[in-house]
């Protein structure tokens, strides 16, 4: 498969890889609602999952979803491997892109699941392809044109695959001490050497800005990154996201459209049942780094009592990271 235009003038299909778990399933929605909406030719989507970590009615449910927005889709078991192991908010869901890279040696692009598409997402495999680069693996740039700083760590949420094969990573894992994000430092040490970078609006961290209006460019794919979530923020506190132009009001926006196409079908019930599950985290959240995904966790709790919460904490928000909070 190429991402190049074909030779009759239409675009050609974007393949685009991802893996979720059960607590995954309702973003997995907005995900591929957001990336089919805005992309300028076909997608074809690969969706891997750790074996025991989605359940075969989520499955079942989110494949007739899936299908009624018209999403090309299939869904892939993996093994799991007691090596793929959790940290903090990180599952081990994140290793399968090891497993599903090793396997896809056609060009493709990985998007993790806490992502949205929009305009010009679809042009990534176009804009590395262009650089006639040796380069086995595309990231996006921290600032346009280059990394943050000379070998500084790349996040691994947004990966474009050139075609070909792919590093072997099993014996390096094997080797390597576990440290805090022990997927994104494996992906460092294979590919660094090797790495070609795209534009920064293929990976835009929504923890980095606080307003939309602050930034220059416009994001091609806006990352959810972090230990909380857009979809973990109770409705009624959004309108403060929103007349901030905070970056969680763009998957709001993507969540809108996603349920206007499927809200008045036949899966409407499961659908709200994952909405309201994905609120509000299952267990109290003390770890550290954290403090957002508490702050969550209490107004999905206390319901409209939160508001008190909302006015008694604005003054602490410098302690939670931009862009992530509705204490604007």
């Given at each position: 498969?190429?991402?190049?235009?074909?030779?009759?003038?239409?675009?050609?299909?974007?393949?685009?890889?991802?893996?979720?778990?059960?607590?995954?399933?309702?973003?997995?929605?907005?995900?591929?609602?957001?990336?089919?909406?805005?992309?300028?030719?076909?997608?074809?989507?690969?969706?891997?999952?750790?074996?025991?970590?989605?359940?075969?009615?989520?499955?079942?449910?989110?494949?007739?979803?899936?299908?009624?927005?018209?999403?090309?889709?299939?869904?892939?078991?993996?093994?799991?491997?007691?090596?793929?192991?959790?940290?903090?908010?990180?599952?081990?869901?994140?290793?399968?892109?090891?497993?599903?890279?090793?396997?896809?040696?056609?060009?493709?692009?990985?998007?993790?699941?806490?992502?949205?598409?929009?305009?010009?997402?679809?042009?990534?495999?176009?804009?590395?392809?262009?650089?006639?680069?040796?380069?086995?693996?595309?990231?996006?740039a921290r600032d346009e044109g280059s990394l943050e700083k000379p070998?500084?760590?790349?996040?691994?949420?947004?990966?474009?695959?050139?075609?070909?094969?792919?590093?072997?990573?099993?014996?390096?894992?094997?080797?390597?001490?576990?440290?805090?994000?022990?997927?994104?430092?494996?992906?460092?040490?294979?590919?660094?050497?090797?790495?070609?970078?795209?534009?920064?609006?293929?990976?835009?961290?929504?923890?980095?800005?606080?307003?939309?209006?602050?930034?220059?460019?416009?994001?091609?794919?806006?990352?959810?990154?972090?230990?909380?979530?857009?979809?973990?923020?109770?409705?009624?506190?959004?309108?403060?996201?929103?007349?901030?132009?905070?970056?969680?009001?763009?998957?709001?926006?993507?969540?809108?459209?996603?349920?206007?196409?499927?809200?008045?079908?036949?899966?409407?019930?499961?659908?709200?049942?994952?909405?309201?599950?994905?609120?509000?985290?299952?267990?109290?959240?003390?770890?550290?780094?954290?403090?957002?995904?508490?702050?969550?966790?209490?107004?999905?709790?206390?319901?409209?009592?939160?508001?008190?919460?909302?006015?008694?904490?604005?003054?602490?928000?410098?302690?939670?990271?931009?862009?992530?909070?509705?204490?604007?």
């Open positions: 498969m190429s991402a190049n235009k074909s030779t009759h003038g239409a675009p050609s299909e974007i393949h685009v890889v991802g893996a979720i778990d059960n607590n995954m399933a309702y973003p997995l929605l907005v995900w591929a609602s957001s990336l089919i909406q805005s992309a300028q030719r076909p997608v074809r989507f690969t969706i891997g999952f750790l074996s025991g970590t989605l359940s075969a009615d989520n499955r079942e449910k989110l494949h007739l979803c899936l299908t009624h927005l018209g999403a090309n889709h299939l869904f892939h078991e993996l093994p799991f491997d007691p090596r793929f192991i959790a940290q903090g908010h990180i599952s081990p869901t994140t290793f399968a892109k090891f497993l599903l890279a090793e396997e896809t040696l056609e060009p493709h692009v990985w998007i993790d699941a806490d992502a949205v598409g929009l305009s010009g997402w679809d042009s990534i495999l176009d804009d590395s392809g262009a650089q006639n680069s040796p380069s086995e693996l595309f990231v996006a070998g500084a760590a790349f996040n691994a949420g947004i990966l474009a695959w050139p075609a070909g094969e792919r590093r072997p990573w099993s014996e390096r894992l094997d080797t390597m001490d576990v440290v805090e994000t022990q997927e994104q430092q494996l992906f460092n040490e294979l590919y660094g050497d090797v790495l070609g970078t795209v534009s920064s609006s293929y990976n835009v961290l929504s923890y980095r800005v606080d307003s939309l209006r602050e930034i220059g460019h416009q994001p091609r794919i806006l990352h959810f990154a972090g230990p909380h979530k857009p979809w973990q923020l109770p409705g009624r506190y959004r309108v403060l996201c929103q007349r901030h132009a905070c970056p969680w009001s763009l998957w709001f926006s993507a969540e809108a459209l996603m349920l206007s196409k499927l809200e008045s079908g036949p899966l409407r019930a499961w659908i709200l049942k994952q909405k309201r599950a994905a609120t509000r985290p299952s267990r109290l959240p003390l770890d550290r780094g954290s403090r957002g995904k508490l702050l969550l966790w209490c107004l999905s709790i206390l319901g409209p009592a939160g508001w008190l919460i909302v006015m008694l904490a604005k003054p602490f928000t410098v302690r939670i990271p931009s862009g992530t909070h509705p204490l604007h």
